[in-house]
């Protein structure tokens, strides 16, 4: 969706529905509200009449429709719910409920009315981040295997009013900043949704190549000849049984402030995950396209970090392999050793991310001695268990960067938990035979126990894990229960997490 910003009322924009925000009502509350006074001389009487008869409430997910005369669009009203509960989140899932409720109807373009989106809690520039984010996120579909499909709001504006058409200059520098963060939520979505018929191992390397060029920042692929050189056992091991060799991806974005901090953001990208030789049931196996939402959230990060030109230098990482059971696959009870040399007891091929992401953290601490690193990866079930579906575990061994990270998830509405890290998660990891075990007999803590096997290649480096198995796709079961801005399938979740926290210094 294309997205715009105009200082003038959203009532003399020639749109097909015009977008205002509503807020809960009291009991006694019979008096339409000023907020919607422009809206109601729109639609002469009709807003009135439906205000007295409480057929409008203001309450969260409501949408009413109110055709305007002489066929000059619609007024669309939004329930916000109560004013003292209303955020920057409640802002987007707004939005997105409005344009998704447009769909299929012939509205192609739209316009909020910015005023009616605004509080003391949620000022302008958070109110436009928030409207572009709905709107945007909230339009998105995958739709390159689709035939035919309804269409949808294809532009929007964000119409300040004279109530904000002063602080024009600065909102614009808001939405345009939002623009390319969305742009890059938006590709990253595309490249996770894409299936592990198309999305190899290779097949995302040149993805991220045609990004370095887009951007402007150093490409690296090291394929399964050279990862042999550099010893990535971890790797190598993954995507043994697979006929599409696995692939190492490094962008390197030189940072925006001279002398700045080196940030390391590492991805799982397991195009396709059957478990291996510890194969998953066959249920589960479909959405194992998605087990590649890390590294493609990393691909998303630096792209966003470049384009905006973030403070601090950016190094991403990918490790991508696809995990397939055949007579050259990795085995249960096989011995692997990795890029720093230490070496993984393999318990179970289907916990492959921390196998496949053990080279990737042990490269990058090694080569490019970052200040912090901070990996991404649909790790865990046993997160999922824990926290639901839309909460990634946070694991850090810095609380600097851990209180850096939550600040970005309220910042963005991407919700994290800090989860504990202590000395008897270690102890479980360790194995008789070799440096660690990459699966434990005891079906425990196993989101804690994943966490300390990856600490186990970063070393004394701040480092901060963020288990997205959760957030990182949704269902149509799970669908239901998401916000309107999460459509089904890949969430692009942590690019406009880790992003922001990197436009804010990562300090």
């Known amino acids: 969706m294309k997205l715009g910003l105009d200082r003038r009322d959203a009532g003399v924009v020639s749109v097909d529905a015009v977008v205002s925000g509503v807020f809960e009502r009291g009991e006694k509350d019979d008096t339409l509200p000023r907020s919607l006074a422009k809206d109601g001389e729109a639609v002469p009487g009709h807003l009135t009449a439906a205000w007295e008869r409480r057929e409008i409430r203001g309450r969260r997910k409501e949408i009413t429709v109110l055709h305007r005369p002489a066929g000059k669009g619609r007024i669309v009203l939004v329930g916000l719910g109560p004013r003292s509960d209303y955020g ?5 899932r707004a939005a997105a409920e409005a344009v998704r409720a447009l769909r299929g109807r012939g509205a192609r373009t739209l ?26 996120l909230g339009g998105y579909e995958f739709l390159r295997y689709r035939s035919s499909h309804d269409a949808g709001v294809e532009e929007g504006t964000i119409c300040l009013g004279e109530e904000h058409a002063r602080e024009e200059a600065a909102l ?19 490249i996770v949704n894409t299936p592990a018929d198309t999305a190899t191992p290779e097949w995302l390397a040149e993805e991220a190549r045609r ?25 190598l091991a993954v995507g043994g049984g697979s006929a599409h060799p696995p692939r190492l991806i490094v962008l390197e974005y030189g940072g925006g402030a001279r002398g700045g901090r080196t940030i390391a953001v590492v991805g799982k990208g397991i195009t396709f995950d059957s478990g291996g030789i510890s194969i998953k049931p066959a249920e589960a196996m479909a959405d194992m396209k998605f087990d590649k939402a890390g590294a493609c959230a990393v691909l998303g990060i630096v792209r966003a970090a470049a384009l905006l030109k973030a403070p601090p230098r950016v190094i991403g990482v990918m490790a991508c392999a696809e995990n397939l059971p055949s007579g050259s696959s990795y085995r249960p009870g096989d011995l692997v050793r990795t890029y720093n040399g230490r070496t993984i007891e393999v318990l179970n091929t289907d916990a492959e991310g921390r196998v496949a992401l053990s080279d990737a953290l042990g490269f990058v601490v090694d080569r490019f001695h970052p200040d912090e690193v901070i990996d ?38 991407e919700p994290l938990w800090r989860l504990p890290l202590t000395d008897y ?3 479980l990891v360790k194995s008789d035979i070799a440096d660690v075990r990459n699966h434990t007999e005891m079906k425990i803590a196993g989101a804690l126990t994943a966490a300390a096997f990856l600490e186990t290649f970063v070393g004394r480096v701040p480092w901060a894990h963020l288990d997205i198995a959760g957030p990182s796709f949704t269902t149509p079961t799970t669908r239901k229960w998401q916000p309107a801005y999460q459509n089904i399938g890949a969430t692009a979740f942590g690019v406009r997490l880790v992003t922001r926290y990197l436009l804010d210094g990562g300090k």
């Open 172 to 190: 614009r520098r808001a939405l345009d900043e939002e623009d390319v963060l969305l742009e890059s939520v938006v590709r990253t979505r595309e």
């Open 111 to 136: 316009a909020f009315r910015l005023a009616t989106f605004v509080t003391e809690a949620v000022p302008a520039d958070l109110a436009v981040r928030g409207l572009a984010d709905g709107a945007v």
């Open 425 to 427: 998660h270690r102890e």
């Open 88 to 92: 920057a989140d409640l802002t987007r």
């Open 211 to 235: 990004v370095g060029k887009e951007v402007g920042v150093r490409v690296t692929v090291y394929d399964e000849k050279k990862l042999a050189e550099m010893h990535c056992g971890g790797l």
């Open 376 to 413: 991404l990866a649909t790790l865990t079930g046993a997160c999922v268990t824990a926290l639901g579906d839309d909460t990634a575990g946070l694991i850090a061994t810095d609380d600097r960067l851990a209180a850096g990270l939550l600040a970005a998830s309220a910042a963005t509405g």
